[in-house]
């Protein structure tokens, strides 16, 4: 199989990293300066054990690209950008017959719970991927992987239930590549508990290390509590099963762990990179608006995670850097009555 890895940043320079380490044949897919920097000179992915040079082919986009039936394509982008990349990639044609959308298999390895069914409307063959894998793309040519042994937790399934045996050999070469990658009839009960964990991601990017060091950690704490309650509420409510916080630490267990990388910055999730990249734009409609939506669509307050989303997007669109608000201005505007 050749893996071709549509979004090549923190997430998907990991993945297509270490496959391409281990010997597996990936073609990454970036823009911009990054794209450029991947192109000219390869992949620089940093790890606890060294730095890994890793050269290979790089594309801007599909129409550079000629697909042949054994192609895997890895979307890895932010839910933002999901339906741009699967109009971009679903009609192109593959070698042989039909196009990618009629025939070739696609992994979400995506933050969030909607991009399996924005596939499903353009790709005959969807696969879910719940990505546990703290990584960082900062700066052009050069992904972040922090943990070790392995380098992140992935569990694979069909979507939206099931197995099958592409799922079990993609499986197999992510675990050749220093990644644990459980094989799963029901992932998106995965990805759901990964939702909850990213709740986090608006807070860090507002309040920055705040939510983490200073005396105001702990009312930051909190204030995730309340927003995590609200979620597992919402997803009570909905009838929507998740992961349990000890299924997920049995299934780790010592496998990955946060390490120091030589010259990397101690830096944040994927919400706080945005803000630093200054993209103009953030995933929190898709994590905390995730939460928000299924609240009112089941009649459950959601004001934590309103307020967080609304917070996110205003970080994002004007520009502001992590940090922008502190914890207690952050709970001023969930509530407003207590000032």
Same mark, same amino acid.
């Given at each position: 199989?050749?893996?071709?890895?549509?979004?090549?940043?923190?997430?998907?320079?990991?993945?297509?990293?270490?496959?391409?380490?281990?010997?597996?044949?990936?073609?990454?897919?970036?823009?911009?300066?990054?794209?450029?920097?991947?192109?000219?000179?390869?992949?620089?992915?940093?790890?606890?054990?060294?730095?890994?040079?890793?050269?290979?082919?790089?594309?801007?986009?599909?129409?550079?690209?000629?697909?042949?039936?054994?192609?895997?394509?890895?979307?890895?982008?932010?839910?933002?950008?999901?339906?741009?990349?699967?109009?971009?990639?679903?009609?192109?044609?593959?070698?042989?017959?039909?196009?990618?959308?009629?025939?070739?298999?696609?992994?979400?390895?995506?933050?969030?719970?909607?991009? !399996?069914?924005?596939?499903?409307?353009?790709?005959?063959?969807?696969?879910?991927?719940?990505?546990?894998?703290?990584?960082?793309?900062?700066?052009?040519?050069?992904?972040?992987?922090?943990?070790?042994?392995?380098?992140?937790?992935?569990?694979?399934?069909?979507?939206?239930?099931?197995?099958?045996?592409?799922?079990?050999?993609?499986?197999?070469?992510?675990?050749?590549?220093?990644?644990?990658?459980?094989?799963?009839?029901?992932?998106?009960?995965?990805?759901?508990?990964?939702?909850?964990?990213?709740?986090?991601?608006?807070?860090?990017?507002?309040?920055?290390?705040?939510?983490?060091?200073?005396?105001?950690?702990?009312?930051?704490?909190?204030?995730?509590?309340?927003?995590?309650? !609200?979620?597992?509420?919402?997803?009570?409510?909905?009838?929507?099963?998740?992961?349990?916080?000890?299924?997920?630490?049995?299934?780790?267990?010592?496998?990955?762990?946060?390490?120091?990388?030589?010259?990397?910055?101690?830096?944040?999730?994927?919400?706080?990179?945005?803000?630093?990249?200054?993209?103009?734009?953030?995933?929190?409609?898709?994590?905390?608006?995730?939460?928000?939506?299924?609240?009112?669509?089941?009649?459950?307050?959601?004001?934590?995670? !309103?307020?967080?989303?609304?917070?996110?997007?205003?970080?994002?669109? !004007?520009?502001?850097?992590?940090?922008?608000?502190?914890?207690?201005?952050?709970?001023?505007?969930?509530?407003?009555?207590?000032?």
């Amino acid at each position: 199989m050749r893996y071709i890895v549509i979004g090549a940043g923190a997430v998907g320079g990991s993945i297509g990293g270490r496959l391409r380490e281990s010997g597996q044949d990936v073609v990454l897919v970036a823009r911009g300066a990054h794209g450029a920097a991947l192109r000219d000179h390869g992949l620089r992915l940093a790890t606890p054990d060294g730095v890994l040079e890793l050269p290979g082919p790089a594309v801007d986009g599909p129409e550079a690209l000629e697909l042949r039936p054994d192609d895997v394509l890895v979307l890895a982008v932010k839910t933002q950008d999901s339906v741009a990349a699967l109009d971009a990639w679903a009609a192109r044609p593959v070698v042989g017959g039909g196009t990618a959308g009629e025939v070739l298999p696609l992994v979400c390895a995506q933050n969030g719970v909607v991009n !399996e069914r924005l596939a499903l409307r353009r790709f005959r063959r969807v696969h879910g991927m719940c990505v546990w894998l703290p990584s960082q793309y900062l700066r052009a040519g050069t992904v972040v992987a922090p943990c070790a042994p392995l380098t992140g937790m992935l569990h694979l399934g069909l979507f939206p239930g099931g197995v099958d045996d592409t799922v079990r050999r993609i499986a197999a070469d992510l675990e050749g590549a220093r990644f644990l990658a459980p094989v799963v009839p029901d992932v998106m009960r995965w990805k759901y508990a990964k939702l909850l964990a990213n709740l986090a991601n608006a807070l860090e990017a507002a309040c920055g290390e705040a939510i983490r060091d200073g005396e105001d950690a702990g009312r930051a704490q909190e204030l995730l509590g309340r927003a995590r309650t !609200e979620g597992t509420t919402v997803l009570a409510a909905a009838g929507i099963d998740w992961a349990t916080e000890a299924e997920l630490a049995e299934v780790r267990d010592g496998r990955m762990e946060m390490r120091p990388v030589a010259g990397a910055e101690r830096g944040g999730g994927s919400s706080w990179q945005s803000l630093i990249r200054g993209t103009g734009s953030i995933e929190a409609d898709y994590l905390n608006g995730e939460i928000v939506q299924l609240g009112r669509l089941h009649g459950v307050p959601t004001p934590v995670n !309103e307020t967080l989303q609304r917070v996110a997007n205003d970080c994002a669109r !004007e520009g502001r850097r992590p940090g922008s608000l502190s914890v207690a201005e952050l709970t001023g505007l969930v509530d407003p009555e207590r000032d």
